[in-house]
């Protein structure tokens, strides 16, 4: 692995990091918090998505205009057992997502939400981290690689790992303050 396959591994460790953070709510409407949400459209699980139009009228409400009338109930169904908290409105033709001003209490619960997923990307980021290193020993051990370059090579992923853990922990500030602003 090398130390360019490397940072590109941790660069999507870091974006799944940031999607996750887009699904949690923060108190103001946003089109990503659906994203998780899947559909039993016709007997498979399909994102809700690719079932209807997703459009932001103001900062506390989403509106659902589903390609398929037919599929109201289900995409209605859907979100009301999803973990979103949010109740659907359907009047026939649409389906209204009205956001409620977060309770402070619900504010910490996602702050808690976010620091878990911030330390699950570091976990991956390390995980990367290990692999390339355990390479590295082995070619190392191997012969193909001196001391030397071993070490320096060792050394650079290790720079990588901190700068992208630091690139989690700025997303985590930022997202955290968006939680907390009210």
């Known amino acids: 692995m090398t130390l360019a396959e ?3 591994l941790m660069q999507k460790a870091v974006e799944a990091t940031q999607r996750s953070f887009n699904t949690i709510r923060t108190g103001r409407a946003n089109a990503s918090l659906l994203d998780r949400v899947m559909v039993d459209y016709y007997g498979s699980p399909t994102p809700l998505k690719s079932l209807a139009t997703i459009s932001i009228p103001d900062a506390s409400t989403i509106v659902l205009q589903p390609f398929d009338p037919g599929s109201l109930a289900t995409i209605e169904k859907a979100i009301s057992m999803s973990d979103l908290g949010l109740t659907p409105n359907n009047d026939g033709k649409l389906i209204r997502l009205n956001i409620p001003p977060l309770t402070s209490e619900r504010r910490k619960e996602f702050a808690k939400l976010a620091s878990k997923y911030a330390e699950e990307g570091k976990v ?14 082995k070619q190392e051990k191997d012969g193909d690689l001196s001391k ?29 303050k968006d939680i907390t602003t009210v």
């Open 148 to 176: 030397d370059e071993s070490h320096d090579e060792q050394d650079n992923i290790q720079k990588l790992t901190d700068k992208y853990t630091e690139k989690i922990d700025e997303l985590l500030a930022e997202k955290e």
């Open 124 to 137: 991956s980021v390390r995980n990367i981290r290990r692999d390339a290193i355990e390479e590295i020993r």
């Open 6 to 8: 490397t940072e590109d």
